[in-house]
């Protein structure tokens, strides 16, 4: 399907990709999903290095790949459109949250350029943070989507995806009007809770965690799928120590981000 006019006065290009097909179950989305391209291992891995933002930008266009987004931010905050927005782009893959198994069909994907942590997860430089944040606003006021739903592919993919990282910059974006942010909470309880773990306090962990929207079974043990969650909410909220232990601050951060999203008003 060709663009045939961008549907954001920030792009600057348009680049139509093939890997889309039609929302299902929704009207319209509701989220927005951010990603970074990463750069892959092996013999292409050269050329991603020399050419990040080209490689991503052909990878996700190419048949083959069976990737896309809606858009592409370069580094330089030049923004092209892949996908019209009424359609479903294929960039979260596996993927939940608040019950929601279909992210593709629900969200606005967004990839911004940068090589991940493989390669040390490089600084966003400040050009293409500004343009993330313009282009999210318009895409968050034209389609009324809450702050606590635009979130990264780590959120929606936790232990599988890491990105965009711990070094995005989710507060400037919040300070922008872009997404949910708690102030840095005190660490004033001292008990800490980590993997192998069990009880009624893991239970309530787990059930806070599930409210505010992590697709997370509650079991009564600290496991595997626990650990992951708690490391992909550290690293949108939490960036200055993402070890997947939950101390006194992340409890205290969580519980910040479940009363400002309003998920502990909400009805099961």
């Known amino acids: 399907m060709l663009i045939h006019a961008p549907d954001s006065p920030c792009v600057s290009a348009l680049a139509p990709s093939p890997n889309h097909g039609p929302r299902v179950g929704c009207d319209r989305p509701d989220m927005v999903v951010l990603h970074y391209t990463g750069a892959p291992q092996g013999g292409a891995r050269a050329a991603w290095l020399a050419d990040p933002g080209g ?8 048949e083959r790949s069976q990737v896309s987004a809606h858009y592409l931010v370069h580094e330089d905050g030049r923004i092209a459109q892949l996908v019209v927005e009424d359609r479903r782009a294929w ?5 939940s949250w608040r ?3 279909d992210i593709n069909s629900r969200s606005i994907g967004i990839e911004i350029v940068n090589l991940g942590h493989e390669a040390g997860l490089p600084a966003f430089p400040d050009a293409q943070v500004d343009a993330v944040i313009a282009l999210c606003r318009d895409i968050v006021e034209r389609h009324a989507i809450r702050p606590e739903r635009v979130l990264a592919h780590s959120d929606v993919s936790p232990g599988r995806k890491v990105d965009p990282g711990e070094r995005f910059p989710w507060e400037r974006l919040a300070r922008a009007g872009v997404g949910l942010w708690a102030p840095a909470a005190d660490a004033l309880a001292p008990r800490v809770f980590c993997e192998g ?12 965690f599930a409210m505010f929207g992590y697709g997370l079974p509650i079991t009564g043990v600290f496991d595997r799928p626990t650990r992951v969650v708690v490391e992909a909410f550290q690293r949108h909220w939490r960036q200055e120590r993402v070890d997947g232990v939950v101390d006194g601050q992340t409890v205290a951060t969580l519980r910040n981000l479940i009363a400002l999203s309003g998920a502990d008003k909400e009805r099961p």
């Open 55 to 62: 490689e991503a930008l052909r990878w996700l266009v190419d």
């Open 91 to 95: 960039h979260a893959g596996v993927a």
């Open 99 to 101: 019950g929601a198994g």
């Open 197 to 208: 773990d069990e009880g009624q306090p893991i239970r309530a962990l787990q059930a806070m």
